[in-house]
Nanobody, 125 residues
Framework: QVHLVESGGGLVQPGGSLRLSCAAS????????MGWFRRAPGKEQEFIAA????????YYANSVKGRFTISRDNAKNTVYLQMNSLKPEDTAVYSC??????????????????WGQGTQVTVSL
């Protein structure tokens, strides 16, 4: 497991942008597959995006494709989620997740064994 800490959440107007960061501990971050999930009030947890350990393959939920971008900087042990054109329905607690090596079922929360505490994103006027 790795220790994960998210930051960058906040209040933003519709159409605005935010960048979330997820800092990981440990010297083996470069071997960790990372994902972002969110949970809106009254709804189930939803997969948002994932990136392989090498950073060469990314995955996105249809609801955010074209608006959100996941990236990573292994030298900084950090994964990012750039969120553009935000909508009120993007309001949720966003959490990063990780697991070393190849992850089977990369869009499934059960595939990850390390989770951050979450950061609130609110999109509202």
């Amino acid at each position: 497991q790795v220790h994960l800490v998210e930051s960058g959440g906040g209040l933003v107007q519709p159409g605005g942008s935010l960048r979330l960061s997820c800092a990981a501990s440990g010297r083996t971050f470069s071997s960790v597959t990372m994902g972002w999930f969110r949970r809106a009030p009254g709804k189930e947890q939803e997969f948002i995006a994932a990136i392989t350990w090498s950073g060469d393959i990314t995955y996105y939920a249809n609801s955010v494709k074209g608006r959100f971008t996941i990236s990573r900087d292994n030298a900084k042990n950090t994964v990012y989620l750039q969120m553009n054109s935000l909508k009120p329905e993007d309001t949720a607690v966003y959490s990063c997740a990780g697991r070393r090596g190849v992850v089977v079922g990369i869009a499934s929360s059960g595939a990850y064994d390390s989770w951050g505490q979450g950061t609130q994103v609110t999109v509202s006027l």
